[in-house]
């Protein structure tokens, strides 16, 4: 009922910058949370950012250098990546807590974030 799909993810050089979106479709009511995840091979899933209506966090790591924000439909929202280093190289996944019927967690199928040294 839910779909969540990511786009612009790519390659950049160290110190380049991209920018992700995440767009929410479906039998949705209301999203509570969107936000965005990430996963290397070997590692488990890491939380990067989030956004609600209280406002966002960002695991330490990203602090100063990336910025989540949503729109006014609070069914798109947007990773800004800056100054990227290379231990930023992930699939990056968008996650939203939706409500249908009951409140329950989407996730998008990734985008790859590479940046070469």
């Known amino acids: 009922q839910v779909h969540l799909v990511e786009s612009g993810g790519g390659l950049v050089q160290p110190g380049g910058s991209l920018r992700l979106s995440c767009v929410a479709s479906g039998s949705i009511r209301s999203i509570s949370v969107m936000g965005w995840y990430r996963q290397t091979p070997g590692e488990q899933r890491e939380l990067v950012a989030s956004?609600?209506?209280?406002?966002?966090n960002y695991t330490d790591a990203v602090k100063g250098r990336f910025t989540i924000s949503r729109d006014s439909t609070k069914k798109t929202t947007y990773l800004q990546m800056n100054s990227l280093k290379p231990e930023d190289t992930a699939v990056y996944y968008c996650y939203a807590y939706v409500l249908v019927h009951i409140y329950r967690t989407y996730w998008g199928p990734g985008t790859q974030v590479t940046v070469s040294s």
């Open positions: 956004i609600t209506d209280g406002g966002t």
